[in-house]
């Protein structure tokens, strides 16, 4: 076999049988590889953010790491957005580059660039594999880096040369996966001690400590002591939905974290970090836990957040503690303009049971969360990076990962026209993902963020803030992409346009024209 | 003023007064100086890689950089594939990045990213402001770089608190542009007594030595002496029809440029270098100038190619020797079945004089420069650096830089779909930029590689190269965008639609439906 078929072969054995794919002529024999490995799921992207970003939301989803396969440095420029988000939720990826033959790197030909110094600013773990022989070994050592714990981009690039020539032929011998470290009991008990004698204490979630077994936990934990529950302001994944603890997530603009922190003296944290600010403001603090509030922290993201917090449990006698949690509820269905208010209630009052939701709404999504707390059962992923364009990708990659679940992708009008060709691969893997598109033709977020930062905005600088002029027709953009696609104006219309949506199998996008 | 009007300002004193921009927070207070410093152009991009591309093409065209404005790690990521076609372009780009504030970053809020590694892969300078007082100085050196030459990118990295803090209130004094130097005379002689005495010579031009003014010197060397005239596979930017030499372009394919400088003894370079193989292929030589063939470099890309080839002229005493250039000649207009030679024929027929011409048409477009040779005057320019996506926006940019000539975009279907965006900026400044979509549904480049680099592609490996189900329709997708559109399934419908399009102003998009 050549270092291509070792590489897809030892994927494969390892779990990692879906790759999407955006090739070039150094990844040829990959992409012959995959009638000779007809295990090995390859999926179209036709562009490489839609690839990476479809392996981020495959990976947070499935809890294995999906491939990628792109071409070479500028291809892998092209990815690097959505693996800088993959980066910051800890989603496992292997991130496949190929590079040309390491022959001909020494001819500085057009395509040749610097793969390592692109790929290392956003991956746990870089090799090139240098031989044949290496690959499978490095790609063994690939998805190990990649399943962590904590879960990283781990790339490895193919050159051509590699990839075509021939090597040994070794049964593949998977590895067992590395589990998370417990946490140190002396965490434990001195989070156990906080909770028990301290007031002004909360614990705040992030990573796996948003999962339904860490939730119900941490759950116990609050009925216990009176603890407050916070969430990471983007969290990878979370477990929402009737019969879980509501947790509270700290809000995007500083000064609403800020009061959220405010009168704390003691913050557990768990899987995450402490509070900072997303952007600097003249005047303003970026570290946001307030002056003498001591942060402890219970566990790290190496560790295994779940067993500490029903540690936790059982340090506090809690097991038997009911926790506080949502009861089944949903918004009547709206009726009269469509608002951003409207718009949440229809998702509110429609979302599916076990349903993925992808959220990239930026400004105009906030009501959203506080509607769907009664909903059934679902999960929640957010832009975890800050780089938008991720939305549509994730819901790509969720939707390939989760069979017979529905993702619902609300997406910003802004953000979506990054990456808007995912929409086709959800048209081509005939994937049940609803997207929504929040259309108020403006950078909304920037507007605010222009006053924010003391920026006094005129004409100019609000015209380039402007999506208009002329207005995009997504109704149009998805049609051309194979979507099929409906435009809604009044609260009615939406309504009745989410639930057909909800109904019918594949993707569907609904352009909500906000009054 | 502040840092950030400091920047704007020493720019625009430069010479350098549009800016291709997608800002986010951190750009805020260069946004709000567009309106005190009205000089500034500034052009919103959906995507980062519309707005590097675009400055891709406003400085080939204008011949003076651009500025982009980009958000951080991120937006230089999605920057970063464009900005490799710019650097093998040699354009000069003022590459703008908005970084977080200093006193930020230790922070590691979810946008911090390492931008110096990624910037330095495709800059050829690189600074990060440190101080608001440093901007103005910053930016004269930035623009330096830029224009070389030989030109480059040149990324000046502006933290957000040295964009919004008070700087010195010193007038702007523009510097003196660099010329390039002239080459050694030596380096003339050695061409010279190599053009008169030596059999088998040919040169081989590049980058500046494709001017007008280059190729009608080039012209006379070669009616003087014989000597076959080269131009390098992906130029810049190459003046070309009726009264300008017809230089041979080197093929993509390196058995092509085999063959095309089979039997030479001597190569010599101008502004450029010598061939190497696009891709490596098993068992084929990288480098392919042939054995025994002597390589002189007449102008390296620092120094002044057109003055050499002059100087080449006197010395060879050719001064009044008539070059031999392509006469006046169009094809008839084409009838019966759109192909990709009925196609090039519509495009011959009816290229506008001083057209620019945007090459991104891959497989689809090898019979249009043949036609096009005796077409009245025209720039072409090509994908320089083997980064696709790079056509739409680069005729984005080239139509912002020449108000008044009409830029014809070649676009391959496949390629089209990595920065489809860029429509929308085309529609919104109005701009005379026709796009051809060669539909053929296919990464068909691919589907031919697969088989040159030897492998054997199976029926999931062409899945994986064709671009059906379902098919992409850019008659909605650019109606979506904004831009008027058209589909032709017929040479003659395709001529129609092309004339009428060369004669309204704004943009329009035909998808030429190939049989």
Not at 196 to 210: H, N, W, Y
């Given at each position: 076999m050549n270092g291509a078929r070792s590489l897809v072969e030892t994927l494969v054995a390892s779990g990692v049988d879906v790759c999407f794919a955006n090739p070039g002529t150094s990844e040829m024999h990959f992409v012959a590889t995959l009638d000779e490995v007809r295990s090995m799921r390859a999926i179209l992207a036709l562009f490489e953010g839609v690839a990476t970003g479809a392996a981020d939301g495959y990976g947070r989803v499935a809890g294995v790491p999906a491939a990628t396969l792109l071409h070479l440095g500028p291809g892998l420029g092209n990815g690097i957005a959505n693996l800088h988000n993959a980066k910051?939720?800890?989603?496992?990826?292997?991130?496949?580059?190929?590079?040309?033959?390491?022959?001909?790197?020494?001819?500085?030909?057009?395509?040749?660039?610097?793969?390592?110094?692109?790929?290392?600013?956003?991956?746990?773990?870089?090799?090139?594999?240098?031989?044949?022989?290496?690959?499978?070994?490095?790609?063994?050592?690939?998805?190990?880096?990649?399943?962590?714990?904590?879960?990283?981009?781990?790339?490895?690039?193919?050159?051509?040369?590699?990839?075509?020539?021939?090597?040994?032929?070794?049964?593949?011998?998977?590895?067992?996966?590395?589990?998370?470290?417990?946490?140190?009991?002396?965490?434990?008990?001195?989070?156990?001690?906080?909770?028990?004698?301290?007031?002004?204490?909360?614990?705040?979630?992030?990573?796996?400590?948003?999962?339904?077994?860490?939730?119900?936990?941490?759950?116990?934990?609050?009925?216990?002591?009176?603890?407050?529950?916070?969430?990471?302001?983007?969290?990878?994944?979370?477990?929402?939905?009737?019969?879980?603890?509501?947790?509270?997530?700290?809000?995007?603009?500083?000064?609403?974290?800020?009061?959220?922190?405010?009168?704390?003296?003691?913050?557990?944290?768990?899987?995450?970090?402490?509070?900072?600010?997303?952007?600097?403001?003249?005047?303003?603090?970026?570290?946001?836990?307030?002056?003498?509030?001591?942060?402890?922290?219970?566990?790290?993201?190496?560790?295994?957040?779940?067993?500490?917090?029903?540690?936790?449990?059982?340090?506090?006698?809690?097991?038997?503690?009911?926790?506080?949690?949502?009861?089944?509820?949903?918004?009547?269905?709206?009726?009269?303009?469509?608002?951003?208010?409207?718009?949440?209630?229809?998702?509110?009052?429609?979302?599916?049971?076990?349903?993925?939701?992808?959220?990239?709404?930026?400004?105009?999504?906030?009501?959203?969360p506080g509607v769907t707390s009664g909903s059934p059962r679902h999960d929640w992923l957010t832009l975890t990076g800050g780089a938008i364009g991720q939305g549509i990708p994730v819901a790509t990659g969720a939707g390939v990962a989760a069979r017979g679940r529905r993702v619902v992708s609300l997406e910003a009008d802004g953000s979506a026209m990054y990456t808007i060709q995912g929409l086709w691969t959800q048209a081509r893997e005939g994937s049940d993902v609803t997207t929504i598109v929040f259309a108020n033709h403006s950078y909304a977020i920037l507007h605010m963020e222009l006053s924010r930062v003391g920026a006094a905005g005129g004409e100019k600088a609000k015209e380039i803030l402007d999506l208009t002029g002329p207005e995009l027709d997504f109704v149009s953009i998805a049609t051309g992409l194979g979507v099929p696609a409906t435009k809604a104006t009044t609260a009615d219309d939406f309504y009745v346009q989410l639930a057909r949506s909800f109904h019918e199998p594949g993707p569907s996008l609904i352009e909500a024209v906000l009054a």
């Open positions: 910051r939720a800890k989603t496992p990826v292997v991130n496949v580059v190929g590079d040309h033959a390491t022959f001909h790197k020494r001819y500085d030909a057009p395509l040749e660039s610097d793969i390592e110094s692109l790929a290392r600013s956003v991956s746990g773990w870089y090799r090139s594999s240098a031989r044949p022989d290496d690959v499978a070994g490095d790609a063994l050592d690939a998805v190990d880096a990649a399943f962590g714990p904590p879960g990283c981009v781990a790339t490895l690039v193919l050159p051509a040369d590699v990839s075509w020539s021939q090597c040994r032929d070794l049964p593949v011998r998977p590895r067992a996966r590395r589990t998370a470290a417990s946490v140190p009991q002396d965490a434990v008990d001195t989070a156990a001690s906080t909770l028990r004698s301290k007031s002004g204490t909360a614990i705040l979630l992030g990573g796996t400590a948003l999962t339904e077994r860490s939730l119900l936990a941490a759950g116990k934990i609050s009925a216990a002591t009176g603890a407050k529950l916070l969430c990471e302001t983007f969290p990878s994944k979370i477990a929402r939905g009737a019969g879980l603890p509501d947790v509270e997530r700290l809000g995007y603009l500083a000064e609403f974290t800020q009061a959220q922190l405010e009168g704390l003296n003691h913050l557990i944290i768990v899987d995450t970090n402490a509070p900072v600010s997303f952007f600097a403001y003249p005047g303003h603090e970026s570290y946001l836990v307030p002056p003498g509030c001591e942060v402890h922290t219970l566990a790290r993201s190496s560790e295994n957040a779940p067993l500490a917090l029903e540690s936790l449990v059982e340090s506090l006698a809690a097991t038997t503690v009911s926790p506080v949690v949502s009861s089944p509820k949903r918004p009547d269905p709206p009726t009269g303009a469509l608002t951003i208010e409207s718009l949440a209630a229809a998702v509110g009052a429609l979302l599916p049971e076990d349903a993925i939701v992808v959220d990239e709404a930026n400004t105009a999504g906030i009501f959203i």
